[in-house]
């Protein structure tokens, strides 16, 4: 949100204006916030094999399965890098639940089996609750905001500034019997 | 403006402060409005990118809380009690309506009368009759979409634009109260269904909450505002209110504020106006002291803060086999019950409640119950897009123990002490939630909803009761036209004002009580000097 610079009145009204007019006439395709597609040097964020804990971490919480992907094989762990990116004082967080993975696990992370994983995933979710909250809302935040995945949900977004939905409008005769009804509030 | 030109100084530049800004105006009185926040750029709504549900969770953000956005305009909040309420709000010109989702009923006649009816709280000073004139002519000026002649409140007339669609969701609910035999009306909404005083009609994008850079939402910054600056008001932004002043014979002369650079500045005027909301208005209050008035302006009787009531709401869920489509279409509320509204004495409850159809998030916001692991995929599928959202809001009889106080271990931006809440529910409250906890499944399953979850109580950003209105300084802060018993030329108009919090959303009775006070303190202008 850039909201705190100086948005004087005059700049407000002529913004709306123009924004009203492009919307009613369907002119204005608004770029849709994807940070999980741009390409950035943020990889030195985590080394290789923090990355590696991770993506293996976060398939546990979202594997894949039918048609669904895992949460690494949409960019999840971009995503991550790319959060880390933008709030730095999550980096702590990030690198401490990595730490705390590879702590539990005693060996590589990815080379244990995945039984063994979703034990050390789980003894992380009962005894560090906080760092376990870091990567599971962050591993669905990633796949959740991902527009790979929409369609596969049977999500359509809309976002302001595209086509709305088509919707009935309302039909009055739903109402029938109600509007029948004696008034039922206290008249005073 | 020159500042010794002011008429009158108004404070807080949202739902309350926007129509009194531009009624006062509008009748020939010189205003200047005091804004902590600024002008919100449209292009920076959430709502306009795919990933808007993440901007409700990040700090310095468009979370609701101002305790989560942590902006130099916000101030701290805690919240204390039995029942801490999560505090709502937002500070920017248009207040909380750039996050308000638009559902706009208003009070029923006997809101107004709970002491005489039920034996509880008290009555107010004025009448739903009184106001009524002021509901409407405020519909009128920001355009509702809706439908009259519903036999659970007061005849009003033809809504300006027709009711937004309900959708498959709100069809589904209809079915529930249709087999029940119970009341329920499509929902009268301040968000336009055609276009209506040069604003555009809402498109169905369902974000409303996430900011309508659309201006299909009735914002003040879309509606009144504009008019308002026409006619010669003038809003100064990041501009935080420390105190008001006053003069040795008790009368308000302005304000002292600071500015964006911290610099700091007074500001006189004849007559002062708060609408701060009810958390932000009473710790105004409470933050300014002096000698006459050494507990906070307009505190002698100590019910500066008082009577705080917030909604207790309960967001229950059903789930259905079929695909439903509550993400989609206006946030607010398709339709509402006011089947258990009226007190009953057989339910061993005093007032009522609101059911209401609550559209949803989108699917990262239903993704947070859903299991990690092999079955996360089924649980989530299962999940969405299948859910109806039924919200249960009661009314709120006011507890003078529920309060708004400063809490001087915390200071916002500017060194000023923050605000602490405390509340607890009543056993009035828990009963009523109870009931409305039973009635809301029994609904659901009236429309064979598979899976319905209750969760715990939760609370509305709706803020009320602590500068309450009443028939003397024994009882109230504010007499019925709003000013401080003490203080003749000082006025107090937002949800603080409110004597007891009804069952419906408060902000159309806000800006109706805030056109209202405009015209009684029009009337008095002689005594201004």
Redesign the interface.
């Known amino acids: 949100m850039g909201h705190q610079q100086a948005w004087s009145r005059r700049r407000f009204s002529k913004a709306i204006f123009y924004a009203q007019c492009l919307m009613a006439s369907g002119t204005l395709t608004l770029p849709l916030a994807c940070t999980t597609t741009k390409k950035s040097n943020s990889d030195i964020l985590l080394n290789d094999a923090q990355q590696e804990t991770l993506t293996w971490a976060m398939d546990e919480l979202i594997p894949s399965n039918g048609i669904m992907p895992s949460a690494s094989e949409i960019g999840g762990v971009a995503y991550i890098l790319s959060i880390m990116k933008a709030l730095p004082d999550l980096s702590p967080l990030f690198e401490g639940l990595i730490a705390h993975i590879d702590e539990q696990c005693q060996y590589q992370f990815s080379k244990i089996k995945s039984a063994e994983r979703i034990a050390v995933l789980k003894h992380i979710e009962k005894h560090q609750p906080h760092f376990f909250k870091v990567l599971k809302e962050f591993t669905y935040e990633s796949y959740y905001t991902n527009e790979t995945v929409f369609p596969l949900i049977g999500y359509e977004p809309y976002p302001t500034g595209s086509k709305g939905p088509e919707m009935e409008p309302f039909d009055d005769t739903l109402l029938d019997r109600v509007r029948a009804l004696k008034p039922t509030y206290i008249k005073i | 403006m020159k500042d010794e030109a002011i008429d009158v100084l108004v404070i807080g530049a949202g739902a309350a402060g926007a129509s009194l800004s531009w009624r006062l105006t509008e009748k020939g009185a010189k205003v200047v409005c005091l804004e902590q926040g600024?002008?919100?750029?449209?292009?920076?709504?959430?709502?306009?990118?795919?990933?808007?549900?993440?901007?409700l969770?990040?700090d310095?953000?468009?979370s609701l809380s101002p305790n989560m956005r942590k902006?130099?305009e916000d101030y701290p909040v805690t919240s204390h009690g039995d029942n801490p309420p999560f505090i709502m709000m937002f500070n920017?010109v248009g207040g909380s309506t750039i996050h308000w989702q638009g559902i706009f009923p208003r009070f029923?006649?006997?809101d107004?009368?709970v002491r005489t009816?039920d034996g509880i709280a008290d009555d107010w000073p004025i009448?739903?009759q009184e106001l009524e004139p002021y509901y409407n002519f405020n519909d009128a000026m920001i355009g509702v979409s809706g439908?009259s002649?519903?036999?659970?409140?007061?005849p009003r007339p033809q809504r300006q634009t027709?009711?937004?669609?309900?959708?498959k969701m709100g069809?589904t609910l209809?079915k529930g109260f249709?087999k029940l035999?119970w009341?329920?009306?499509?929902n009268d909404q301040g968000i336009i269904s055609k276009a209506y005083k040069n604003r555009?009609p809402?498109?169905?994008?369902?974000?409303c909450m996430f900011?309508?850079?659309?201006?299909a939402k009735a914002t003040t910054?879309?509606t009144y505002w504009?008019l308002a600056?026409e006619k010669g008001a003038e809003?100064r932004t990041w501009s935080r209110v420390k105190e008001i002043t006053i003069n040795r014979k008790g009368r308000a002369t302005g304000a002292i504020y600071f500015d964006k650079e911290g610099q700091i500045h007074e500001i006189k005027a004849k007559v002062v106006v708060i609408c701060c909301n009810g958390i932000g208005s009473p710790r105004l209050l409470l933050n300014s002291k002096s000698n006459l008035f050494p507990d906070g302006l307009g505190n002698s009787n100590g019910l500066v803060g008082t009577h705080f009531m917030v909604h207790p709401n309960l967001f229950v869920n059903g789930i259905f086999e079929e695909?439903m489509?509550s993400?989609?279409?206006p946030m607010g509320s398709p339709l509402y019950s006011?089947e258990f509204?009226?007190t009953d004495e057989r339910r061993g409850f005093k007032r009522g409640y609101m059911l209401y159809g609550e559209r949803s998030f989108?699917?990262?916001s239903q993704?947070?119950d859903?299991p990690?692991?092999?079955g996360?995929?089924?649980a989530?599928?299962e999940q969405?897009?299948h859910q109806v959202g039924l919200t249960v809001l009661i009314d709120d009889i006011p507890e003078p123990t529920n309060t708004v106080e400063l809490d001087d271990n915390i200071v916002d931006s500017n060194g000023i002490a923050a605000a602490k809440v405390t509340y607890s529910l009543s056993e009035n409250s828990k009963r009523m939630l109870e009931h409305a906890a039973e009635s809301a499944t029994q609904l659901l399953e009236a429309t064979e909803a598979k899976k319905i979850t209750v969760p715990d109580p939760s609370n509305m950003a709706h803020l009320m009761g602590t500068v309450r209105m009443g028939t003397s300084e024994g009882n109230s802060v504010v007499n019925k036209d709003h000013q401080v018993h003490s203080v003749p030329n000082l006025f107090v108009v937002d949800g603080s004002s409110f004597t007891t919090g009804a069952g419906v959303n408060p902000t159309s009775t806000i800006m109706a009580l805030a056109l209202r006070a405009a015209d009684r303190i029009w009337e008095r202008r002689l005594e201004w000097h």
Request: glycine share 10%.
């Open positions: 600024g002008w919100i750029d449209p292009s920076t709504f959430p709502s306009l990118k795919t990933n808007y549900e993440t901007h969770m990040r310095r953000d468009f902006l130099p920017a029923h006649p006997s107004f009368k009816l009448s739903y439908l002649g519903d036999p659970a409140n007061p027709p009711p937004l669609p309900i959708g069809r209809v249709e035999n009341h329920w009306w499509v555009s809402c498109m169905l994008h369902g974000k900011g309508c850079p659309m201006g910054d879309r504009p600056i809003i695909d489509d993400h989609i279409g006011h509204y009226e989108g699917p990262l993704s947070s859903i990690w692991g092999a996360h995929h089924q989530f599928g969405f897009p």
